[in-house]
Every structure is written in C-alpha cells, then in structure tokens.
C-alpha cells in the first residue's frame, strides 16, 4: 500500500479517534485541580482556532470566537495531538507588544497556572493548534519551514502514536465500546444454539407405534 493512501486512513481514524473519545480541543478551566472549588467552576473547550474572552474591545475583534470569560483561566487541560498558545492580552486587538503582555504555549497535559503563575487569571487570548492537522502547513506554533516537513514514515508513527495514546475524556465511550461487544457475544451465543437445537430434533427417535387392538 503506498505511503499516501496509509497516511489518509491514519488521518481519518485519527479524526475518528478524537470523536469517540471527546477530544475535540483544548478544555480550559476556572479554578485549579488543587482547588476544592474546580468541579463547581466554570470550563469550555476550544476547538482548533483563535479564541479571546468575551468582552475585550467591547466584543468587535473579528477572525476568532469569544470563547472564555476574560481574565478569569487557572487550568489548561490539552490532550494529545493537540497545542495551545496562550497570550495575557490580544495580539489581535493590536496590543501584544505595546502593553509588553506575556505568552505561553502549553503541550499535552494538565497545567495548573495557580496562584504564582503569570498568566493565572490574566488570559486573554488563546490559540489552540490541531497538530496533526497542521503539520507542515506553518499553521501552528512553530516556523512551518520545510526542514520541519516529515517523511510518510515520521508522519504514519506519530499519528499511530496519538491513536494510542489519545485519552479518554469521557467514558461514553467505554460504555458503548462495551455494550457493543457484550450485544456481539450475545448475538453469537444465540447463532450457535440455533443448528444444535436443529439438530437434536432431527435425530430425535419416532415415537413406537401403537399395538394393534384385538
């Protein structure tokens, strides 16, 4: 099979993959981990694209979504595959630089920002990259040059690797993953039965014929 067509059914399971298990972007949240408060916070997850808090330059910012309450972020969750660039103020609005703002870029894992972090309760603009999606493209973080171009080979082991390692973030998926199988077994337990008792009442012996009265 030649490296292009292995490439694309990688893609399309990878794409796959991401639905099943609820991977669709990067989930951001309103209080850390360590916080007794972080299930009773608010959260929302990004897809891939440009993200700012709702209200910065009074809601008129075009080219992005007003996604996430301004200010107001101290847990990044981002799964595999996935790539998220964080900025204390928004280079869309034009003011990165002018007001010196801090950014970051946040790979696979949960990051509590905390208390001591710069960037707790100062985000104001995300960006959030599909890596796989992007490779080669010059649309995520990196410089996109052509020296960061893979080989069909690099691209088919790292996309086999996030097929792998993908997790979970719901276990809908497990549920139905194993009320499939267990609906399978069933179906198949019933399929077997069916020539047995087939069989038994063939070779069930005719009943003995009545004597003859006199």
């Not at 107001?72 to 660039?85: M, N, T």
């Not at 390692?165 to 499939?180: D, E, L």
Request: with cysteine.
């Amino acid at each position: 099979m030649c490296g292009t067509c292995i490439i694309t059914y990688l893609k399309v399971n990878n794409m796959a993959a991401k639905l099943w298990f609820n991977a669709d972007g990067v989930t951001v949240y309103q209080h850390t981990t360590n916080d007794n408060r972080f299930d009773e916070g608010w959260s929302e997850t990004l897809e891939p694209g440009v993200h700012f808090g709702e209200g910065i330059a009074g809601g008129d910012l075009e080219g992005g979504t007003y996604s996430f309450p301004n200010d107001d972020i101290s847990h990044i969750s981002v799964p595999s595959g996935f790539e998220a660039e964080v900025f204390q103020h928004s280079p869309t609005e034009g003011n990165q630089t002018e007001l010196g703002g801090l950014s970051s870029v946040f790979g696979e894992g949960d990051h509590n920002l905390g208390s001591d972090h710069s960037l707790n309760d100062e985000i104001s603009e995300i960006h959030v990259y599909d890596l796989a999606a992007n490779e080669g493209s010059g649309n995520g973080s990196g410089d996109g040059s052509d020296d960061d171009e893979l080989t069909d080979e690099e691209e088919i082991a790292l996309l086999e690797e996030q097929l792998r390692n993908q997790p979970p973030k719901s276990n809908m998926g497990i549920y139905i993953a194993v009320g499939a199988v267990a609906f399978l077994g069933i179906a198949y337990m019933l399929l077997r039965k069916k020539p047995v008792a087939a069989a038994a009442t063939t070779a069930a012996p005719a009943a003995p014929a009545a004597a003859p009265t006199t």
